[in-house]
């Protein structure tokens, strides 16, 4: 059974910065894009960050310049560095993995909050 398990979610104040991981596990044969989401009280969920197999990456624009995403594929892990976080940066974060197992798939972590306090 594929797993994403996430870590490094917290209470920050504004203008700090936090570190999310998401680790892959179980049994698969391959991870396509890998990224993170997040999801507000009362909003929609939406995408933060997405990186490709071989490294290209794109952003919302509300995070542009403050976070970076990486990628170590022989571990099999997906990471978000957030800068200058914003209180509305305040949300739920999931990680996702696009990942073939007996055919591809969609796969989501179980999500990990991340506060920002003004």
């Known amino acids: 059974q594929v797993q994403l398990v996430e870590s490094g979610g917290g209470l920050v104040q504004a203008g700090g910065s936090l570190r999310l991981s998401c680790a892959a596990s179980g049994r698969f044969n391959g991870i396509s894009a890998m990224g993170w989401y997040r999801q507000a009280l009362g909003k929609q969920r939406e995408l933060v960050a997405l990186i490709s197999s071989g490294g290209a990456s794109n952003y919302a624009e509300s995070v542009k310049g403050r976070f970076t995403i990486s990628r170590d594929n022989a571990k099999n892990t997906v990471s978000l560095q957030m800068n200058s976080l914003k209180p509305e940066d305040t949300a739920v974060y999931y990680c996702?993995?696009?990942?073939?197992?007996?055919?591809?798939?969609?796969?989501w972590g179980q999500g990990t909050q991340v506060t920002v306090s003004s």
């Open positions: 996702n993995a696009y990942i073939l197992n007996t055919d591809w798939s969609d796969y």
